[in-house]
């Protein structure tokens, strides 16, 4: 089942760990440690091996993917020797990367992106191709009425005029292309009503968005806990410290404000209102490809009685996402294989922001996850 992984943004940090990654498990240089398919309850046979992964991608940066490795290697995000051990397989890696297409109209370059998906498939003889948004997060777009018909949306891309998101317009292009695609950003991705149509007519599966990989997955074990024993959740506060590449976008206001919200989702689905409190984003330079959250929660027990929680958690935000991009791209490609097409739900186990009406919990988004895998053929 060799299946194709096209990464939007395959210079960057978590698309390079990523690579780093599944070369090292194909290599037998290192064990699945936080790959959530590896476990027990979740393995099974339509899932494609981490050896079966062929890497491509787009990005606008010209730093070739060795260098960048290297500079993640440096910077303590992965090891230094397994980099120096796979240069063979980063430098072919990067052969396939190309830079992003740019067109008259969003009509051509779309058909240059897809062209870019269809030529790789081809080109290595893949079964399929998950495409994944690793790219920076974008701010919301501007509501635009072809956004919710596929026909008006086809018939406005013809124009000069710009419809879509850089991350809409490359779901477009995926889906056209009968790729699968999964937003790992905040960004809007194929969240429209006219790619959810497209995505439906090429029976094409998509999942999303907003990886899940620090504050927000202890958000989602500790709401339950305090839904389940009735505390009233009086104020719920975080701030994120962050360097590198992510945290130098999510200094624009824009797509500060469009991650913040995906952070909060949780909260007001699991508890059943909204606490007081706001998540802050801050980008700390020195820190690099780490990050540090601190959040406060104050709540109410018995007769009122006020208590408090804080929690601080400092993690490698790429070394936690890349396993989910590898797990993510394993489950998308069995679903396509397995005749699914449209939005999956039964992945918000991956997503800060999931798609569809579900549980936020942690454990009832695992349990979801294990009967979707095991449903898969």
């Known amino acids: 089942m060799r299946t194709g992984v096209w990464l939007v943004g395959a210079r960057g940090s978590v698309a ?3 690579i780093v990654g599944a070369s090292a498990l194909r290599a037998g240089l290192a064990d699945p440690i936080g790959c959530v398919t590896e476990h027990p309850a979740l393995r099974g046979a339509a899932l494609p091996g981490f050896g079966d992964l062929v890497f491509g ?28 051990a796979l240069h063979g397989e980063l430098s072919a890696v990067d052969e396939e990367v190309r830079p992003l297409p740019h067109a008259e109209t969003q009509a051509a370059a779309a058909a240059a992106i897809a062209a870019d998906l269809t030529a790789f498939r081809d080109r290595h003889r893949l079964e399929r191709v998950v495409v994944v948004n690793v790219a920076s997060t974008e701010s919301a777009p501007a509501p635009h009425p072809a956004h919710a018909d596929l026909a008006a949306l086809e018939r406005a891309l013809q124009t000069p005029e710009v419809v879509l998101p850089p991350s809409a317009l490359m779901a477009y292009a995926a889906l056209r292309a009968g790729c699968p695609y999964v937003d790992f950003t905040p960004s809007t991705g194929a969240r429209l009503p006219a790619l959810h149509e497209l995505a439906l007519a090429q029976q094409v599966p998509y999942a999303g968005h907003d990886g899940k990989t620090g504050e927000t997955l202890l958000k989602a074990v500790l709401a339950p806990m305090f839904a389940m024993r009735r505390l009233a959740v009086r104020s719920w506060s975080g ?5 590198g590449g992510d945290g ?18 949780v909260l007001g689905e699991t508890l059943g209102y909204v606490p007081d409190g706001h998540t802050r984003i801050e980008y700390v330079p020195d820190i690099g490809d780490f990050k540090t959250a601190w959040d406060l929660i104050t709540f109410a027990g018995f007769l009122g009685t006020p208590m408090r929680m804080e929690f601080t958690w400092h993690g490698c935000d790429s070394a936690l996402a890349a396993p989910l991009v590898l797990d993510l791209v394993r489950l998308v490609a069995a679903a396509h294989r397995s005749g699914r097409s449209g939005p999956l739900p039964q992945l918000a ?8 009406d579900v549980e936020h919990g942690l454990a009832a988004q695992f349990e979801a996850l294990a009967e979707f895998t095991a449903s898969l053929r």
Request: no cysteine; net charge positive.
């Open 239 to 243: 701030i994120n410290l962050l360097g």
């Open 16 to 18: 390079v760990t990523s």
């Open 248 to 265: 130098a976008t999510l200094a624009d206001p824009g797509a500060n404000a469009a991650k913040s919200a995906s952070k909060q989702r």
């Open 349 to 356: 186990f991956f997503f800060k922001d999931p798609l569809g």
């Open 57 to 84: 991608g787009h990005d606008v940066a010209t730093t070739g993917l060795l260098k960048r490795a290297e500079a993640l290697a440096a910077a303590g995000v992965v090891p230094g020797p397994l980099v120096a």
